[in-house]
């Protein structure tokens, strides 16, 4: 099992501290580091500081948002980023919220599956180097409206260094996962737990089988709150306020797919007071709603004790790349992670 870091979006982390745990992870080894997108950071012009502080890590958007820009604007963003870091993106996309999508960029959530295939064949279309042309539901390019001169143009440049830039899905929904399954190259889960691996990973290797594609076309890269301290109670502590974070905040009171997933997970009553408390303006009381069951089974909070076997069974349930979001000690936690393996 690889390792990678997410250095989350503002304000979770600062742009030093971002930068400093780039440079950390690259020069520990880990595979990867992931920048998140939300309604205040854009994550591939962070990425591209990154890439000029960093050698050999590979880049990830973690996740790039679908309703942000238009798909050939994310294809020409991808394979800038990889030209400039000679080759090391790595593009995590996904269709985030209604409430964002709604909200903050002004489209409408409306077919995710029709919406997300789309956009991955157009991105794919325009790094190939092809003369842009798609006929979809969702995007038709050129477009027939306007003026009527629209060319089919391809991408300048040279396009990206790789042949095929990785693209992994942040999806969690059965049907998106297994639409993941058919057309993406890695699946990047949020609270994705180790004990319910078989339920969750169940649509992946279904879509993987209607594709006839093989497991290991597939990267499984969940990104993982994650803290090391001597009392599992700190560390329990320390992932608490990104958790309730994604459970109350992360979506109507009716609609929010994190909670839904730890409802799935047979933790209803915590979960959903969370939620109700967090949505009323009480974030300490939203933390404090969470079960120390709960926290364990979403986040990698260990003890120096206990951080290989929590490990193994992320490796288990079949994880190839864990991502871990770092709290407390962050250099302490990503030495320890590159000391198991």
Request: proline residues 6%; glycine residues 10%.
């Amino acid at each position: 099992m690889r390792f990678g870091v997410s250095v989350a979006y503002w304000p979770w982390f600062t742009y030093d501290e971002q930068v400093a745990l780039a440079r950390t992870a690259d020069e520990l080894g880990f595979d990867s580091v992931w920048v998140a997108e939300g309604y205040g950071q854009e994550a591939v012009a962070l990425l591209g500081a990154l890439s000029a502080v960093t050698e050999q890590i590979r880049l990830g958007t973690g996740i790039l948002q679908i309703p942000a820009r238009q798909p050939a604007a994310a294809a020409t963003a991808a394979a800038t980023l990889d030209r400039i870091s000679g080759g090391r993106a790595l593009l995590g996309l996904g269709l985030s919220g209604p409430q964002v999508s709604e909200g903050w960029y002004g489209v409408p959530f409306t077919a995710p599956l029709r919406r997300t295939r789309e956009y991955v064949e157009i991105i794919r279309l325009a790094c190939s180097g092809e003369r842009l042309s798609y006929q979809g539901r969702e995007w038709t390019i050129p477009t027939p409206d306007g003026l009527g001169l629209g060319k089919e143009l391809r991408m300048l440049g040279g396009g990206p260094v790789q042949d095929r830039i990785p693209i992994y899905l942040g999806v969690s929904g059965p049907r998106t996962v297994a639409q993941c399954g058919e057309i993406a190259d890695g699946w990047l889960p949020f609270l994705f737990s180790p004990d319910h691996a078989d339920m969750l990973t169940e649509p992946l290797l279904r879509g993987l089988a209607r594709a006839g594609r093989d497991r290991s076309e597939m990267t499984i890269a969940p990104t993982v709150p994650a803290a090391l301290h001597r009392d599992p109670d700190v560390a329990r502590d320390l992932v608490r306020p990104m958790i309730a974070f994604y459970l109350g905040g992360m979506g109507a009171k009716d609609k929010n797919f994190y909670t839904e997933l730890a409802v799935r997970y047979g933790h209803a009553a915590s979960a959903l007071a969370c939620q109700e408390r967090f949505l009323a303006g009480d974030r300490t009381g939203a933390e404090a709603a969470l079960t120390t069951e709960l926290i364990d089974l979403v986040s990698l909070a260990a003890t120096p004790a206990t951080l290989e076997k929590k490990l193994d069974a992320y490796e288990t349930a079949g994880v190839d790349t864990m991502i871990v979001t770092p709290f407390g000690d962050r250099t302490a936690l990503l030495e320890a992670l590159a000391g198991t393996r």
